[in-house]
């Protein structure tokens, strides 16, 4: 340990770099992860409040929740079902916002709302509209009134217009609806099961959105590993001689080793909790609107395997040291 803050302290610059450099990789990891979180909030937290059941679509909808059709006899009592539209609506100051139109047979999921009534996601009140207000929509001839506003109800990168089940079915002129959530799969060939997580990833922006930032994020996983790997084989190149003294005056290969992982240790350590602290507080320093969401268990568990894939990479690059003799080293003449 001792050796280790003595070498750290000696080449503060060599170590320094290396600590940004793991510092700005840590904090492109976990802004990403946190734009991840945001976008996904924004994109299906509507899905992310239902019931953990299973969700069933029709089984010739191919997996597109639009294309399903359920008769309404299939909601039995228990059952949770729900049918969603995009569409557009325009509010008294004839200003256009697009939404989603939801219903279901959950008088809790669309809050009781009255007939010709809807209740809308708060974002559209913080762009003008108030409770009370009439809007139009070109998928219904009658005007609707906002009966109030509800928190965190988006999808499909839009908020959500809840409606009751008849003024939805006067708007679509469909009495079926589009998905059932249950406990258990329903024994039936017409209905095609799937867990909340695989419904999610039928929606074709989550879907995208997810698996393009997730690949980025362990990219830079990957990267983190390989500069540590590369970064300690060349110090251990370069210290080749004071390795061969050190164990000519009959230090232990095992100590070396602690003496390295120490050193990572530290540099991972100090670099994950000041990128941690920035990427957390960062949410007060974005423009509002921003779809950024960071929790600490996501940054617990990217700090985990930051810690793993430096602690892999180090030992790796330093497999030579095991190999080194001592004679050899010293007649090098470069400690």
Same mark, same amino acid.
């Given at each position: 340990?001792?050796?280790?803050?003595?070498?750290?302290?000696?080449?503060?610059? #060599?170590?320094?770099?290396?600590?940004?450099?793991? =510092?700005?990789?840590?904090?492109?990891?976990?802004?990403?992860?946190?734009?991840?979180?945001?976008?996904?909030?924004?994109?299906?937290?509507?899905?992310?409040?239902?019931?953990?059941?299973?969700?069933?679509?029709?089984?010739?909808?191919?997996?597109?929740?639009?294309?399903? +059709?359920?008769?309404?006899?299939?909601?039995?009592?228990? &059952? =949770?079902? *729900?049918?969603?539209?995009?569409?557009?609506? $325009?509010?008294?100051?004839?200003?256009?916002?697009?939404?989603?139109? /939801?219903?279901?047979?959950?008088?809790?999921?669309?809050?009781?709302?009255?007939?010709?009534?809807?209740?809308?996601?708060?974002?559209?009140?913080?762009?003008?509209?108030?409770?009370?207000?009439?809007?139009?929509?070109?998928?219904?001839?009658?005007?609707?009134?906002?009966?109030?506003?509800?928190?965190?109800? #988006? @999808?499909?990168?839009?908020?959500?217009?809840?409606?009751?089940?008849?003024?939805?079915?006067?708007?679509?002129?469909?009495?079926?609806?589009?998905?059932?959530?249950?406990?258990?799969?329903?024994?039936?060939?017409?209905?095609?099961? /799937?867990?909340?997580?695989?419904? %999610?990833?039928? &929606?074709?922006?989550?879907?995208?959105?997810?698996?393009?930032?997730?690949?980025?994020?362990?990219?830079?996983?990957?990267?983190?590993?390989?500069?540590?790997?590369? =970064? *300690?084989?060349?110090?251990?190149?370069?210290?080749?001689?004071?390795?061969? &003294?050190?164990?000519?005056?009959?230090?232990? $290969?095992?100590?070396? @080793?602690?003496?390295?992982?120490?050193?990572? !240790?530290? %540099?991972?350590?100090?670099?994950?909790?000041?990128?941690?602290?920035?990427?957390?507080?960062?949410?007060?320093?974005?423009?509002?609107? +921003?779809?950024?969401?960071?929790?600490?268990?996501?940054?617990?568990?990217?700090?985990?395997?930051?810690?793993?894939?430096?602690?892999?990479?180090?030992?790796?690059?330093?497999?030579?040291?095991? #190999?080194?003799?001592? %004679?050899?080293?010293?007649?090098? !003449?470069?400690?």
């Amino acid at each position: 340990m001792n050796m280790a803050w003595k070498e750290m302290k000696k080449n503060k610059a #060599r170590f320094l770099l290396l600590g940004s450099i793991v =510092f700005l990789l840590s904090l492109m990891t976990f802004i990403l992860s946190g734009l991840s979180e945001g976008l996904s909030e924004d994109n299906v937290s509507l899905v992310k409040q239902m019931p953990d059941k299973t969700f069933h679509l029709n089984a010739g909808a191919e997996g597109c929740y639009a294309q399903s +059709t359920i008769p309404s006899t299939e909601a039995e009592s228990g &059952i =949770f079902a *729900f049918s969603i539209q995009m569409g557009t609506m $325009t509010g008294e100051q004839e200003e256009k916002h697009t939404v989603a139109f /939801f219903s279901s047979n959950e008088p809790e999921q669309v809050q009781q709302v009255g007939d010709g009534e809807v209740i809308l996601d708060s974002s559209l009140k913080k762009e003008g509209l108030s409770e009370g207000e009439w809007i139009q929509t070109p998928l219904l001839k009658e005007p609707l009134r906002i009966a109030g506003f509800t928190d965190h109800k #988006r @999808f499909n990168h839009s908020p959500v217009a809840l409606l009751n089940e008849s003024t939805y079915q006067r708007m679509t002129g469909l009495k079926e609806w589009q998905v059932l959530v249950a406990s258990d799969e329903k024994n039936t060939t017409e209905l095609r099961p /799937f867990s909340k997580q695989e419904f %999610l990833t039928t &929606i074709p922006s989550y879907q995208a959105e997810q698996t393009t930032l997730t690949m980025i994020v362990w990219f830079l996983v990957g990267i983190s590993g390989l500069l540590f790997a590369v =970064f *300690f084989y060349m110090m251990n190149v370069q210290k080749v001689g004071m390795y061969g &003294i050190l164990k000519a005056l009959g230090l232990r $290969t095992r100590t070396l @080793f602690q003496m390295m992982w120490t050193q990572m !240790g530290v %540099l991972i350590v100090l670099s994950i909790v000041a990128a941690s602290a920035v990427s957390l507080n960062l949410i007060h320093l974005l423009p509002e609107g +921003t779809p950024y969401s960071l929790s600490v268990q996501t940054v617990l568990r990217l700090s985990l395997v930051f810690f793993i894939v430096g602690f892999a990479g180090s030992t790796l690059s330093a497999v030579q040291i095991r #190999r080194i003799d001592p %004679l050899t080293a010293i007649q090098r !003449g470069d400690a």
